[in-house]
């Protein structure tokens, strides 16, 4: 309705124009050389306006005509851009559905029409890859790379297949040219980290740790590698700070500590360890200087009086106690500790020596000593430093399981 009036009043307005100027009157007079013509003013204004149309309808038609084969191109490249995006979503659901060959089949036909875009390439390098034809995409991922758009695509898909073939020296390399790229990605971050433990440089890998990841063993692996003794020395200290219960830091700062002159902070050091993670090796480190068996005992109570209750605490004091010949307080200590249900074989193998302690060569020593063998086997096994990937022992830390080679595994338990 709108259109149709404003129309009306176009016309209307034509109508008015065009009846003033028959109605303005008057003539226009053109001299040239002996010839003269004359035209009215409404008959020169209409030919200016047809000449105008008719000068103007002539340009126009001459673009049109030049541009055309451009326009031709334009309508053929857009026609190629639909049914290239068509390709490119049948080749995503062929890879999101596990149809490896449908895929590359779209990826190749969709290359051919809309040539090798990031998303493509990209594409075709996971289809390759799906196909197990790493050779293939590798040159797709690098072709990303030479991209200034999708540098850093291509260097990623690079690097992971640095790592899946262990060339740990090119995914050092390809890992500085993606940081390069796109400095502060925080997947680059993370793979940053876990190449690091890898290639066992413990310094970057503690660098790069995130929030979340354990920073004792990392600190403690860093300071292995130091040259520098102070430098060491921060380090020990800053795992010590990271985790006061992880016994290879609390043992390292104490010695630090001791071999400076400052035994009363070695000790405190020792204690909070104790009463943070009790471990056997902190507890002789503590006991080390004291050759007096009850003087022994009397270091033990004060090793272990901020965690009185712990399994290891009782056992401690019970080990001291026999070798004190304190054997009432040695059996007081065991029973507690077998009646809570945490003892493990050492418990009943110490029990074993206190039978013998008490009641020597008897037929009732040697019916108890039986019992607690028993006991002793079936009972839980005794906490070591154990592989959480493949399960092996070790005597003591390490950063990495000498069985499996996997970095940060080694626990206490």
């Not at 740990?168 to 390069?180: C, V």
């Not at 800053?238 to 902070?265: E, I, M, S």
Request: charged share 25%.
């Amino acid at each position: 309705m709108r259109r149709a009036i404003w129309l009306l009043l176009i016309c209307l307005v034509t109508v008015g124009i065009a009846w003033g100027l028959m109605r303005l009157g008057g003539h226009v007079e053109f001299r040239v050389a002996d010839y003269e013509v004359y035209v009215s003013l409404p008959v020169l204004l209409i030919i200016a306006v047809v000449s105008f149309l008719v000068l103007h309808g002539l340009i126009t038609g001459f673009r049109s005509l030049v541009n055309w084969p451009a326009r031709a191109r334009a309508r053929r490249a857009a026609r190629r851009r639909v049914r290239g995006d068509a390709m490119l979503t049948r080749a995503l659901v062929s890879l999101a559905a596990g149809t490896t060959e449908a895929a590359r089949s779209e990826v190749r036909k969709a290359r051919d029409l809309l040539g090798d875009t990031p998303q493509l390439l990209l594409l075709t390098a996971e289809a390759e890859r799906m196909a197990g034809n790493e050779t293939a995409a590798t040159e797709a991922f690098e072709a990303l790379a030479k991209r200034d758009d999708a540098r850093f695509l291509g260097l990623r898909g690079l690097l992971r297949q640095a790592i899946q073939r262990q060339d740990w020296p090119a995914a050092q390399q390809l890992a500085r040219e993606a940081e390069a790229a796109q400095p502060g990605a925080a997947w680059l971050r993370s793979e940053r980290a876990i190449l690091a433990q890898r290639t066992e440089d413990w310094r970057e890998a503690l660098a790069l740790a995130s929030p979340e990841t354990p920073r004792a063993p990392l600190a403690m692996a860093a300071a292995s590698q130091e040259p520098d003794p102070t430098r060491t020395a921060e380090l020990e200290k800053q795992a010590y700070q990271a985790d006061a219960g992880f016994a290879p830091a609390v043992l390292a700062h104490a010695a630090r500590l001791a071999a400076n002159g400052n035994t009363r902070k070695a000790r405190a050091a020792l204690e909070q360890g104790w009463a943070t993670q009790p471990h056997p090796q902190i507890a002789e480190a503590y006991l080390k200087d004291e050759a007096e068996p009850l003087a022994r005992v009397k270091l033990a109570e004060t090793l272990v009086h901020k965690n009185r209750e712990h399994p290891e605490s009782r056992l401690l004091l019970a080990r001291q106690s026999l070798q004190a010949g304190l054997t009432g307080r040695a059996r007081t200590e065991l029973e507690a500790l077998t009646a809570s249900g945490a003892a493990d074989a050492r418990a009943y193998l110490a029990l074993v020596e206190l039978e013998q302690l008490e009641q020597g060569d008897t037929a009732l020593a040697r019916a108890a000593e039986a019992k607690w063998l028993r006991a002793a086997t079936a009972a839980k096994p005794e906490p070591r430093w154990r592989c959480g990937q493949c399960g092996s022992i070790h005597e003591s830390w390490k950063p990495v399981c000498s069985s499996c080679n996997t970095a940060g595994r080694i626990a206490w338990g």
